[in-house]
C-alpha cells in the first residue's frame, strides 16, 4: 500500500516553544492530508483538513493560530504547535489522500507524532 | 454527526481461536474502514470496505449496507494481531472526513 511518512517519531519541547512535525506521501500524491490528534486510551479527533496550496479547514474547537498548517506540495503537510503547553502534549497522526479520479479514496495513515511539552 | 459504535470495547482470546469485532453506525455511508493500531501508535489501514465483503489473508471485512452494521473477523489469530482495531465511517459521496469508533483492544494469548 502507499506509504506516509512522520517526522519526527517523538519530541520532547519546553513549554513556550514551537514544534513542527511534517507529514509526507512517498509514492503518491494527496491533494488532501487530514490532521489528527489522540489522547491516551481516546479515538483519534480530526483537528484540520489541509489541501495543497489553499488555506486548512479547521474542526471546531481547534485554534487555527496555535496550529498552523502548511500543505506547500502534492507530497508535503506540516503542523506547527505554536508556543506549546503541557496540555497539547498528545500523540499526532496525520493521513493523506492520494489524488485521484475516483470517489472513494483510501486514507494512508502516518505513524504519528508523540509530542510531550515539558 | 454519524454515531460509531464498536463491540466489545475489550477482548481477550487464545492463540488460535476465530475473532469478530462489531461495528455498528446510525447514518449512511459511502464507506467503512478497518484501521489496525499497534501500542506503539502507528495506524495501518487494513480494509476499505463500500459494500459485501473483503478478505486478506488471516483477515476478513463484511459490511451491511441496510444494517448499517460491519464485522471484521480474524481467523486462527497469533499473538502478533494484538493491537487495537478500529472503525471509521466516511460520509456520503464527496465527504472526505471520518468518523471513528473508540476501537476495540485485542489480547491474544499464547
Known amino acids: 500500500g502507499a506509504v506516509v511518512s512522520q517526522h519526527p517519531s517523538w519530541v520532547i519541547c519546553k513549554s513556550g516553544t514551537s514544534v513542527k512535525i511534517e507529514c509526507r506521501s512517498l509514492d503518491f500524491q494527496a491533494t488532501t492530508m487530514f490532521w489528527y490528534r489522540q489522547f491516551p486510551k481516546q479515538s483519534l479527533m480530526l483537528m484540520a483538513t489541509?489541501?495543497?496550496?489553499?488555506?486548512?479547514?479547521?474542526e471546531q474547537g481547534v485554534e487555527k493560530d496555535k496550529f498552523l498548517i502548511n500543505h506547500a506540495s502534492l507530497t508535503l503537510s506540516t503542523l506547527t504547535v505554536t508556543s506549546a503547553h503541557p496540555e497539547d502534549s498528545s500523540f499526532y497522526i496525520c493521513s493523506a489522500e492520494p489524488l485521484s479520479g475516483g470517489i472513494y479514496n483510501e486514507q494512508f495513515f502516518g505513524p504519528g507524532t508523540r509530542l510531550t511539552v515539558l | 454527526k454519524n454515531e460509531v459504535e464498536q463491540s466489545p470495547q475489550n477482548l481477550t482470546a487464545q492463540e488460535g481461536e476465530f475473532i469478530t469485532i462489531n461495528c455498528s453506525y446510525s447514518?449512511?455511508?459511502?464507506?467503512l474502514h478497518w484501521l489496525q493500531q499497534h501500542p506503539g501508535g502507528g495506524i495501518v489501514s487494513l480494509f476499505m470496505?463500500?459494500?459485501g465483503k473483503k478478505k486478506h489473508g488471516r483477515l476478513i471485512a463484511t459490511i451491511n449496507i441496510q444494517e448499517k452494521h460491519s464485522s471484521l473477523h480474524i481467523t486462527a489469530s497469533h499473538p502478533r494481531d494484538s493491537a487495537v482495531y478500529i472503525c471509521a465511517v466516511r460520509g456520503g459521496a464527496g465527504s472526505y472526513q471520518l468518523t471513528f469508533g473508540k476501537g476495540t483492544k485485542l489480547s491474544v494469548i499464547p
Open positions: 489541509s489541501n495543497e496550496g489553499s488555506k486548512a479547514t479547521y
Open positions: 470496505l463500500s459494500s
Open positions: 447514518v449512511g455511508i459511502s464507506a
